[in-house]
Each structure stands twice: as C-alpha cells, then as structure tokens.
C-alpha cells in the first residue's frame, strides 16, 4: 500500500512539473509590413514574400496579423506579418 502510495505521489509529482515547467513561448522580434493590392492578391505570395524577408532578417517564420488600408489610395493595402525566429 505504501509503494503504490509512492508511485502514485511520484507520478503526479512528474505531471505537476510538466504542466507548470517553463513554457516555450516565442515573442516576435520584427515586423515586415508588405503592400499588396487588395483586388488581386495571393495569401500564400503574401506568405512566401514574408518569410523570405524574415530569413534575411535571422527569422525563420513569417505569421499574418493583420492588414491595413492605404487612406490615400483605394489601390494598395498593407499586410503586416510578425517575424519569429
């Protein structure tokens, strides 16, 4: 009884810690922001020019975030992507 006591005390031990151990959560470290026209736009282009601008930076990943609308022009959006290494 004390054995499977111990087992059991020890296994929960080992599920505590990986549940609460440190976390690997990356942060961005860059921005890369690329202008598209809106009306005829490839996402995966987007994406490939992206992280081929992440490479260059020492990044090895490219994530959309989010978009932003040119005011001065109907022509021409921003998409912005966050670099990860």
Known sequence: MLRYGLVV?????????EAFGRKDIRMPFDVVSLQYDPYNYSMAELTRNATAA????????????????NTESVRWAYMNFNCYR
């Open 9 to 17: 005390f020890i296994a929960l031990l080992l599920c505590g810690c």
């Open 54 to 69: 992440c490479i260059a930076k020492g990044g090895t990943e490219a994530v959309a975030v989010d978009n932003e609308i």
